[in-house]
């Protein structure tokens, strides 16, 4: 079954369609939409906007045709922060039609499906083509300096050759010892893979190898190497091109947090503020998920806001500023930061850390944890991306994984298995999460195939299914993940057992170092091509083993076919015979001719292509680079 989609109006909010990607409250903002002639021929075109929740209309006007399509125009006062809009067409039949990020309908739709100019300051411009390395210390290396330290008492050693420990108490005390000299001694690693963004797990002290319970937000835990490891690990870093993003929980510290100990059973201390208490002799806490070594924080309190989240002298600037010069936050759980039972005060803290670390630096990232719908909790007023799985990694793993393989963990599967998804259903569900972020929002997403919270993804994955998979999370929106060792080909059935040692001493194994030039090339991919960081994307056609869609920018197209069986689909005028093929990972020869597109199995594979040409913007409403 195949779903054609190329014969379908479209908008995105990428330069070619929004003549701004940074507008102000009151600017006016010209919006394209592109008809194709196959679709019929559209006699209205408006935009219908939402001001203060009462609706708008504006007349487009056509400002560009050729063979392929119609080009309107429309122009836009932005009179909210979160400015919502979409288009109706009517066509020389009469028939009608709304166009709105969740895609075409024939009758009325929803304003949370509207397409969003959003006028909040906008994400660092490195962050849309930002490939990201993500890294559990204990885990990752270990240097010599390790073999020198002593283990704290809450550990259980491991060599690093040992298998991880997966029930009871075991998860969180096995040690091996991985510290921040470990990871600055393979940073050529990542630099040789592509990677410019390097996200680091908790590194502050902890009573757990996952350090989530943090005991201080103050120093860097000094079985890591202390502060002075951070600071030549980020040096190192950014001499190699790479950026480094921390890891912060502002929903919750550890038990053993000096705030928290000096808080417990003592309800005159100035701390006492700082958690939810559930009895007067402040013994009885609210934790996260009820984890008694997670005590939660209450925002409400003025003193905790100043020592953590609010200015300077507080816990997110110190570790932005110089010495240690991090260039953003990754933030754990931030869909349940500052919200208990009929509180909520996520938008004030989210707002807050963002403010912080614009005082510090505007070219600083902020990513919240959200795994679910985060959509309402990313309107661009803070968090620049989401670390999720709604929108890529569930649907992806559903398509591209063997039907009702174990997917527990924190990957959120509802039933702790996959489900048989098409690809039109991968297609779906994507659109379905994605449509209510806005578009900067969706650069700047983490395309996650696992993380440390998730099984990996090659454990249960198809035959030939990882280049299709890693291909798909370079080419689409977003930010690409590759959670350490993936690379390397490990499996794991859990989040415990995802955090595998890596095993440095199989670089070199044929299977292992194909992997990783695999890694390599696709990153390169999307390095080369300007129309993966930033270009709009237009779905082509969707069927049950393939997807097809392509990047868009003034300066060239990128053209991406996914497929995970032996398939041809039917692609048109948009695949020209002399298209430039710029990568194909598959059993054997792509094929494509008149528009028809043939694969022998498993496969990705992308063409580059002309640019879109269009008129220019009038003045003042020219797009961002």
Same mark, same amino acid.
């Given at each position: 079954?195949?779903?054609?989609?190329?014969?379908?109006?479209?908008?995105?909010? *990428? !330069?070619?369609?929004?003549?701004?990607?940074?507008?102000?409250?009151?600017?006016?903002?010209?919006?394209?939409?592109?008809?194709?002639?196959?679709?019929?021929?559209?006699?209205?075109?408006?935009?219908? *906007?939402?001001?203060?929740?009462?609706?708008?209309?504006?007349?487009?006007?056509?400002?560009?045709?050729? %063979?392929?399509?119609?080009?309107?125009?429309?122009?836009?006062?932005?009179?909210?922060?979160?400015?919502?809009?979409?288009?109706?067409?009517?066509?020389?039949?009469?028939?009608?039609?709304?166009?709105?990020?969740?895609?075409?309908?024939?009758?009325?739709?929803?304003?949370?499906?509207?397409?969003?100019?959003?006028?909040?300051?906008?994400?660092?411009?490195? $962050?849309?083509?930002?490939?990201?390395?993500?890294?559990? !210390?204990?885990?990752?290396? &270990?240097?010599?300096?390790?073999?020198?330290?002593?283990?704290?008492?809450?550990?259980?050693?491991?060599?690093?050759?040992?298998?991880?420990?997966?029930? #009871?108490?075991?998860?969180?005390?096995?040690?091996?010892?991985?510290?921040?000299?470990?990871?600055?001694?393979?940073?050529?690693?990542?630099?040789?893979?592509?990677?410019?963004?390097?996200?680091?797990?908790?590194?502050?002290?902890?009573?757990?190898?996952?350090?989530?319970?943090?005991?201080?937000?103050?120093?860097?835990?000094?079985?890591?190497?202390?502060?002075?490891?951070?600071?030549?690990?980020?040096?190192?870093?950014?001499?190699? #091109?790479?950026?480094?993003?921390?890891?912060?929980?502002?929903?919750?510290?550890?038990?053993?947090?000096?705030?928290?100990?000096?808080?417990?059973?003592?309800?005159?201390?100035?701390?006492?503020?700082?958690?939810?208490?559930?009895?007067? #002799?402040?013994?009885?806490?609210?934790?996260?998920?009820?984890?008694?070594?997670?005590?939660?924080?209450?925002?409400?309190?003025?003193?905790?806001?100043?020592?953590?989240?609010?200015?300077?002298?507080?816990?997110? %600037?110190?570790?932005?500023?110089?010495?240690?010069?991090?260039?953003?936050?990754?933030?754990?759980?931030?869909?349940? +930061?500052?919200?208990?039972?009929?509180?909520?005060?996520?938008?004030?803290?989210?707002?807050?850390?963002?403010?912080?670390?614009?005082?510090?630096?505007?070219?600083?990232?902020?990513?919240?944890?959200?795994?679910?719908?985060?959509?309402?909790?990313?309107?661009?007023? %803070?968090?620049?991306?989401?670390?999720?799985?709604?929108?890529?990694? &569930?649907?992806?793993?559903?398509?591209?994984?063997?039907?009702? *393989?174990?997917?527990?963990?924190?990957?959120?599967?509802?039933?702790?298995?996959?489900?048989?998804?098409?690809?039109?259903?991968?297609?779906?569900?994507?659109?379905?999460?994605?449509?209510?972020?806005?578009?900067? +929002?969706?650069?700047? +997403?983490?395309?996650?195939?696992?993380?440390?919270?998730?099984?990996?993804?090659?454990?249960?994955?198809?035959?030939?299914?990882?280049?299709?998979?890693? $291909?798909?999370?370079?080419?689409?929106?977003?930010?690409?993940?590759?959670?350490? $060792?993936?690379?390397? #080909?490990?499996?794991?059935?859990?989040?415990?057992?995802?955090?595998?040692?890596?095993?440095?001493?199989?670089?070199?194994? !044929?299977?292992?170092?194909?992997?990783?030039?695999?890694?390599?090339?696709?990153? %390169?991919?999307?390095?080369?091509?300007?129309?993966?960081?930033?270009?709009?994307?237009?779905?082509?056609?969707?069927?049950?083993?393939?997807?097809?869609?392509?990047?868009?920018?003034?300066?060239?197209?990128?053209?991406?076919?996914?497929?995970?069986?032996?398939?041809?689909?039917?692609?048109?005028?948009?695949?020209?015979?002399?298209?430039?093929?710029?990568?194909?990972?598959?059993?054997?020869?792509?094929?494509?001719?008149?528009?028809?597109?043939?694969?022998?199995?498993?496969?990705?594979?992308?063409?580059?292509?002309?640019?879109?040409?269009?008129?220019?913007?009038?003045?003042?409403?020219?797009?961002?680079?």
């Amino acid at each position: 079954m195949e779903r054609p989609l190329a014969d379908r109006p479209h908008h995105d909010g *990428s !330069p070619l369609y929004v003549s701004t990607q940074t507008p102000s409250l009151g600017d006016t903002v010209r919006v394209r939409v592109r008809v194709p002639r196959i679709w019929g021929d559209a006699v209205v075109v408006r935009t219908r *906007s939402n001001p203060d929740r009462e609706p708008r209309f504006d007349d487009a006007v056509v400002v560009h045709e050729d %063979a392929a399509a119609v080009w309107w125009e429309a122009a836009l006062q932005v009179e909210n922060p979160v400015h919502g809009y979409r288009f109706l067409l009517e066509r020389a039949d009469g028939a009608t039609h709304w166009l709105t990020s969740a895609g075409l309908s024939h009758t009325e739709t929803r304003d949370v499906d509207d397409f969003r100019i959003v006028c909040f300051a906008a994400p660092p411009e490195w $962050g849309r083509a930002s490939v990201m390395y993500q890294v559990f !210390p204990d885990r990752f290396a &270990r240097s010599a300096a390790a073999d020198e330290r002593t283990p704290p008492e809450w550990a259980e050693p491991a060599a690093w050759s040992d298998p991880v420990q997966l029930e #009871g108490e075991s998860r969180w005390r096995q040690f091996y010892g991985g510290d921040l000299a470990g990871v600055q001694e393979h940073l050529d690693h990542l630099a040789d893979l592509g990677i410019d963004l390097l996200y680091l797990t908790p590194v502050f002290p902890a009573g757990s190898n996952h350090r989530y319970d943090a005991h201080s937000f103050e120093v860097v835990d000094p079985l890591l190497g202390g502060d002075g490891a951070l600071i030549r690990l980020v040096e190192a870093a950014h001499e190699r #091109g790479i950026r480094v993003i921390g890891d912060l929980t502002t929903n919750h510290s550890g038990d053993t947090h000096e705030w928290f100990r000096a808080a417990y059973g003592n309800p005159e201390a100035p701390e006492s503020a700082f958690y939810l208490w559930l009895d007067q #002799g402040q013994t009885s806490y609210v934790s996260w998920m009820g984890v008694p070594s997670l005590p939660k924080f209450n925002w409400q309190a003025e003193e905790l806001r100043r020592r953590f989240i609010e200015g300077l002298d507080s816990v997110v %600037a110190k570790w932005l500023k110089p010495p240690y010069s991090l260039d953003g936050w990754r933030v754990d759980v931030a869909n349940m +930061t500052g919200r208990w039972r009929d509180e909520d005060l996520n938008e004030a803290v989210r707002r807050a850390v963002r403010h912080t670390m614009v005082q510090v630096s505007h070219d600083t990232l902020l990513i919240g944890e959200s795994t679910n719908d985060a959509a309402s909790d990313f309107p661009g007023d %803070a968090w620049h991306g989401a670390m999720t799985y709604a929108n890529f990694t &569930r649907p992806l793993w559903n398509w591209l994984s063997v039907p009702g *393989s174990p997917a527990g963990g924190g990957l959120g599967m509802t039933l702790g298995r996959t489900s048989d998804y098409t690809g039109i259903d991968f297609y779906d569900a994507h659109r379905e999460f994605a449509a209510a972020f806005p578009w900067r +929002t969706r650069l700047t +997403t983490m395309n996650a195939l696992d993380t440390h919270d998730t099984p990996r993804f090659l454990t249960s994955a198809r035959e030939g299914a990882v280049p299709v998979a890693f $291909g798909l999370a370079v080419s689409m929106p977003g930010i690409p993940v590759v959670w350490a $060792g993936d690379e390397f #080909g490990l499996t794991a059935r859990d989040g415990e057992e995802s955090r595998t040692p890596i095993p440095w001493d199989r670089a070199g194994d !044929p299977t292992v170092a194909a992997t990783i030039a695999l890694y390599r090339r696709l990153i %390169a991919l999307k390095r080369a091509h300007p129309a993966l960081n930033g270009g709009g994307i237009r779905w082509l056609a969707v069927a049950d083993d393939a997807v097809a869609f392509v990047r868009e920018t003034a300066e060239e197209c990128v053209l991406v076919v996914a497929a995970r069986a032996i398939t041809v689909l039917d692609l048109g005028d948009e695949l020209p015979d002399d298209a430039e093929l710029v990568a194909s990972e598959a059993p054997g020869d792509v094929a494509w001719e008149a528009g028809r597109v043939a694969v022998p199995g498993p496969t990705f594979a992308a063409w580059r292509l002309p640019g879109v040409a269009l008129p220019a913007w009038e003045a003042g409403d020219v797009p961002a680079a």
